[in-house]
């Protein structure tokens, strides 16, 4: 089993950038592909991003691309989602979520382990 803790959320404005951490702890962090996972007041969970259990290949939503990026750190057991150019649309809960695989799940069903989520409010 893996742990997983998000920080990084915050009230910004539209336009603004925003850099999200998600740090695990238990099992050994690079056997896991890891995502990033989205949820509004009244909305869906809704896939963000997701990079996969080497860093080598990254996936985003069509909503994100372009202003979002994801990365891993190994060595610190750490995920990153640096979100830029920030939208109103972009408020939701952001969760980080693992899964032991190669490649991620680009959808929200098929993750293992799942951190608390943390707030992302874009003010317009």
């Known amino acids: 089993q893996v742990q997983l803790v998000e920080s990084g959320g915050g009230l910004v404005q539209a336009g603004g950038s925003l850099r999200l951490s998600c740090a695990a702890s238990?099992?050994?962090?690079?056997?896991?592909?890891m995502g990033w996972i989205r949820q509004a007041p009244g909305k869906e969970r809704e896939f963000v991003a997701a990079?996969?259990?080497?860093?080598?290949?990254?996936y985003f939503a069509d909503s994100v691309k372009g202003r979002f990026t994801i990365s891993r750190d190994d060595d610190k057991d750490t995920v990153y989602l640096q979100m830029n150019s920030l939208k109103p649309e972009d408020t939701a809960v952001y969760y980080c979520?693992?899964?032991?695989?190669?490649?991620?799940?680009?959808?929200?069903?098929?993750?293992?382990?799942w951190g608390q989520g943390t707030q992302v409010t874009v003010s317009s």
């Open positions: 979520a693992a899964k032991r695989s190669m490649i991620p799940p680009t959808t929200t069903r098929q993750y293992d382990y």
């Open positions: 238990g099992r050994t962090f690079s056997m896991y592909s």
């Open positions: 990079i996969s259990r080497s860093g080598g290949s990254t």
